[in-house]
């Protein structure tokens, strides 16, 4: 009898959970670097606010964000609900938030590993990796392309 290995999902490490504890305040007070906000959005299963640090960047004309973790709690909610908010300080901005395709990520990838300098220790792959790598790496790390929620305004009555 043979034993297939199953891969265990790559989980964030226990000291995310502290930082991200001191980075919250800060970042309601909009102080840290300029891609960081507050991704809200509602639980999946209690449905109470959460919120998490991500980093927001631009690639191609489009707004992405980039989790180092598949199985993070705020990718679940977002996967279940596809809205939240973006806040910094005072701004915040009501989303949907769309997953990439597996096989659209890498580009992407790579532009978030080539940006964003303090999302790079939470890919698995480097900055200067091969297309290969970033193809490999794409089922790893979910991509949510960012759309701003446009509000309805109705014609003014004459």
Same mark, same amino acid.
């Given at each position: ?55 927001? $960047? ?85 991509? $949510? ?14």
């Amino acid at each position: 009898m043979t034993k297939t290995s199953v891969a265990t999902e790559r989980r964030a490490p226990r000291w995310l959970k502290l930082v991200n504890r001191l980075n919250r305040p800060l970042l309601r007070r909009g102080i840290g670097p300029r891609p960081q906000h507050l991704l809200v959005v509602a639980g999946r299963k209690t449905g109470l606010v959460r919120s998490t640090p991500v980093a927001v $960047f631009d690639h191609a004309g489009a707004r992405y964000i980039v989790a180092g973790y598949a199985g993070a709690d705020w990718v679940k909610n977002v996967r279940r609900t596809g809205r939240a908010a973006l806040r910094r300080g005072r701004r915040s901005e009501q989303v949907i938030l769309d997953e990439t395709p597996v096989g659209e990520r890498a580009p992407i990838l790579r532009e978030f590993a080539r940006t964003v300098r303090g999302g790079r220790a939470f890919l698995t792959v480097s900055a200067d990796a091969s297309e290969v790598a970033f193809i490999s790496a794409s089922a790893r790390h979910p991509v $949510f392309e960012v759309r701003e929620i446009v509000p309805v305004t109705h014609g003014s009555r004459r």
